[in-house]
């Protein structure tokens, strides 16, 4: 499985992602799934991957291999955040094409999915998530977040603590506390933990870290939270019977 | 869906479950999925059910039958928790034989599984989880709690917070915030949320509490925790870059 989270602040954008792959729990491994795409000053472009490694790398490759080659049918070249996203659909798509009925027959099938966010230059940051069949979503002020994988331990908090008004600092925090949650119940996510902090109109990445095992600042981060929390509930109000 | 929790502490055992059932978002309803079979001074026996409403409902439609015809082979006749989970096991599989397989045809299934647990006079508390094949596992103090249903969202809390030696009273109210999390997440799971507090040894049922949708106390509970979280995140040291 995975674990990744888009979201959508007034700040700016945040992205996470775990390094996990398996089949079965005999056979795992460690690969970065954030891609990003950047020039200085005019684009930023993050790529989180998730589902079946074999089919991401090779959505990757189509779409570096096509930047390579400059603007044109390329990320460098898309005008919009939307056409980023059409533009990875495309890709997606393309090796469906490739490796879907050979991965079916197999009783496997073609399963990657992405969240695609960032800014270019002229346009508000956006967000998207889009699906294996190559649809997408894009997250709105209602729905500041996006996330895909193994999804459900990390999302309780992630809707205690994040709308679209908290602070970056704030959301990046509840994003690595969420990681620990999932990570602790959940085997097939797992560590290092790549983080990108983008502050709306910097058209830059200025705050990327990789959280790697036993990383000082996420144990810490990790044991304080667990004890705030316990502290909360013994000031919340005693149920009377 | 559903979502039951039992818990193991040293004070004594904590159930409690929703009332949400479903077949598709059109068609909900609301069931109560606790049952109890007490006799003070002598056994308090919990079961907490879920799965598929017509194969739970003829389980403890079987179970109480026997009951009320007196001893044998009856949950009032059981020596130990162990015995009673057998008990209700034998009950599962009866039902399994007689409409498994008409499910199996129509592509459905035998699904119900259930957390059983009490105490009987002699022994100490004990808890289980038994699954719709009818074995079953056993709480220890290693893992102190069993949760069945729709379990990820509320898992995290639990963990950060439960270990054998929590108070009943702060179990209790972190035992609804796993509640709150998950009804929040997911329609499937729905008030009222039906709650007992077992005080090990009393032998008695003094602490059950039902609370239906608009509940004051469970309200003020989630504004407190959220409140509580978004503080401590406030006070969690910033990440450098």
């Known amino acids: 499985m995975t ?32 891609n990003v795409f950047e020039r200085a000053g005019d684009r930023v472009i993050v790529l989180l991957s998730s589902g079946n490694l074999a089919g991401t790398q090779a959505v990757i490759s189509l779409l570096r291999q096509r930047a390579s080659r400059g603007r044109e049918c390329s990320l460098w070249g898309a005008e919009s955040m939307f056409d980023a996203a059409l533009l990875v659909s495309d ?47 894009e997250a709105g002020d209602q729905t500041p977040y996006l996330q895909t994988g193994e999804t459900k331990y990390g999302k309780p908090i992630i809707d205690w603590v994040i709308n679209g008004s908290t602070s970056i600092s704030d959301a990046a925090k509840c994003v690595l506390v969420s990681f620990e949650s999932t990570m602790r119940s959940n085997l097939s ?11 709306r109109d910097s058209l830059d990445v200025r705050m990327r870290r990789r959280f790697k095992p036993g990383d000082a600042y996420f144990t810490e981060l990790g044991r304080q939270w667990g004890e705030g929390t316990r502290e909360v509930f013994r000031r919340l109000p005693d149920l009377e019977w």
């Open 189 to 199: 996510v797992g560590m290092p933990i790549d983080l990108i902090c983008y502050a």
């Open 3 to 34: 674990y990744c989270v888009g979201i959508m602040l007034e700040e700016g954008l945040i992205f996470a992602s775990d390094s996990r792959t398996h089949a079965g729990v005999d056979n795992f491994a460690s690969f970065c799934k954030m």
């Open 91 to 137: 890709a997606m798509r393309e090796v469906d094409r490739r490796d879907g009925q050979h991965l079916t027959d197999s009783d496997a099938g073609f399963n990657a999915s992405f969240i695609v966010g960032g800014q270019i230059a002229g346009e508000l940051p956006r967000l998207f998530r889009i699906y294996a069949e190559g649809n997408f979503i």
